[in-house]
């Protein structure tokens, strides 16, 4: 089992930046992919990027490429979104999730593991 709780949400301006923490429990934090997942209000959940345990490989979708970043740190047991440049269509509640497959998924039926989710609202 992996419990995920997500921090760092928050208001921001467009333009802005800021960085997601999502604290993962159990010894084998660092044999799981870990992704970042977003929902905004009457929108399905979609993915936003993800970070395989092989080989470190990380995907994103188009709409955040060169703006976000995801990373980990395997001593902290944290898995980290940076998001820089932020836009209003930014705005949603962002969730880290986690699997153990080898390949990095983008659906969420692909995740086994999922936090509580963290608002991030992104105004103009």
């Known amino acids: 089992q992996v419990q995920l709780v997500e921090s760092g949400g928050g208001l921001v301006q467009a333009g802005g930046s800021l960085r997601l923490s999502c604290a993962a429990s159990?010894?084998?934090?660092?044999?799981?992919?870990m992704a970042w997942f977003r929902q905004s209000p009457g929108k399905e959940r979609e993915f936003v990027a993800v970070?395989?345990?092989?080989?470190?490989?990380?995907y994103y979708t188009d709409s955040v490429k060169g703006r976000f970043a995801i990373s980990r740190d395997h001593a902290a047991n944290t898995v980290y979104l940076q998001m820089n440049s932020l836009k209003p269509e930014d705005t949603a509640v962002y969730y880290c999730?986690?699997?153990?497959?080898?390949?990095?998924?983008?659906?969420?039926?692909?995740?086994?593991?999922w936090g509580q989710g963290t608002q991030v609202t992104v105004s103009s």
């Open positions: 159990g010894r084998t934090f660092s044999r799981y992919t």
């Open positions: 970070l395989s345990w092989i080989g470190g490989k990380t």
């Open positions: 999730a986690a699997n153990s497959k080898i390949l990095p998924g983008t659906q969420m039926s692909e995740y086994d593991f």
